[in-house]
């Protein structure tokens, strides 16, 4: 599962990257249409692992982790091979990070010149927009002139209707409701602006504390209507941050009025994104949480571990994660009776603690 970073050249979305992912690509390249994509992948910071790592004293703890695409900013003045070069690249990832700018530098000029979030997000929204009416005109044309239509084609032509509709009305498909059966009707397509996405605001040294910048309220109606989360960031702080030793940077977000770093809510933020959840695995060893798609059955769950173990699978014993902190450790919650046993098909919840019992 990958995530595509997106927005405007000068936004800041490549430091925001090589932050999360440890990467030093280069950034303040203005126009990026002769740019590769860079990829990463980042940990998922989560205080449950730290809390269970703090009771088993591991070896190795493992956190869970999400690829990222940083795609070169589609820089508005760029000729069409360029804007056609971008939407292959979202196109290849499952959800976005959309970035964009709020704070002003003038050693580092905006390419719009001044400071305005939502029409920067416009604009990268109407390109995937028309990209995606285009691919709807496109199917429901070869569907009318298909001399020979599949059944199937007909839940897929109403399904196609309702997103010309959402799409004219400049709406993302993300927001049109449909049932599994048209979900998977339309699935090969591919649409842009289908996918999830959370806009990330990188604002000025007091953003982050404060969750306060340029047009605020403007920004927070457009990501309510589009269904997106909003993080607001300082990539500038966050650099500086992350460059302290441990203890200074407590003691310099504290100052700040900083709770929590931004990259650690952009990371979760576009983790749950694309609909992911973890569950632990507790020794000795390791302490790992295990990422995996909500509505996953222990058996297949087991199966993110090795193979072996799904094809040898028996049981399940499972604890949720709130009920063994209060136990304290495995033997109490066995004790207090907290600890299930489930079959092949249960639903494994986000924060279980799972043994599982196989024989190969």
Do not use: C
Not at 261 to 269: C, D, E, F, P, Y
Not at 346 to 359: A, K, S
């Amino acid at each position: 599962m990958k995530i595509g970073i997106i927005g405007l050249p000068t936004v800041g979305k490549t430091t925001l990257f090589n932050l999360m992912t440890g990467k030093s690509a280069e950034t303040g390249t203005f126009y990026g249409e002769d740019r590769e994509v860079n990829q990463g992948k980042a940990p998922v910071p989560d205080k449950r692992i730290d809390k269970l790592s703090e009771l088993y004293q591991p070896k190795r703890t493992t956190y869970a982790q999400v690829e990222f695409l940083d795609i070169p900013g589609l820089n508005p003045n760029a000729g069409k091979e360029a804007n056609r070069k971008f939407l292959r690249h979202v196109q290849d990832a499952d959800a976005l990070v959309h970035v964009v700018r709020a704070f002003s530098d003038p050693s580092i000029p905006a390419i719009n010149q001044d400071i305005d979030p939502v029409r920067d997000l416009e604009q990268i929204h109407t390109e995937l927009l028309l990209a995606d009416l285009t691919l709807v005109e496109t199917r429901l044309e070869r569907i009318k002139n298909n001399k020979k239509p599949r059944p199937e084609e007909t839940i897929e032509k109403a399904v196609l209707e309702k997103y010309r509709a959402a799409l004219e009305k400049e709406l993302p498909l993300a927001t049109v409701e449909l049932s599994d059966e048209e979900r998977e009707a339309v699935y090969s397509l591919a649409f842009l602006t289908d996918k999830p996405t959370v806009i990330v605001v990188n604002g000025g040294d007091d953003a982050p504390a404060t969750g306060e910048f340029p047009q605020k309220d403007r920004l927070m109606e457009y990501a309510k209507a589009h269904g997106s989360p909003v993080v607001v960031v300082s990539a500038k702080i966050e650099a500086e941050i992350n460059a302290m030793d441990p203890e200074d940077r407590e003691v310099f977000m504290e100052e700040m009025g900083i709770a929590e770093s931004g990259l650690v809510k952009v990371t979760q933020a576009a983790f749950k994104s694309l609909g992911l959840i973890s569950f632990f695995t507790v020794g000795k060893d390791e302490v790992r949480a295990w990422p995996i798609k909500k509505g996953l059955n222990a058996r297949k769950g087991a199966g993110k571990i090795h193979s072996d173990i799904e094809r040898g699978f028996i049981r399940a014993e499972v604890v949720s994660y709130s009920d063994f902190i209060q136990a304290g450790s495995w033997e109490e919650a066995q004790k207090q009776g907290r600890i299930r046993l489930e079959p092949a098909e249960y639903l494994l919840q986000d924060g279980d603690i799972v043994n599982f019992r196989f024989n190969v």
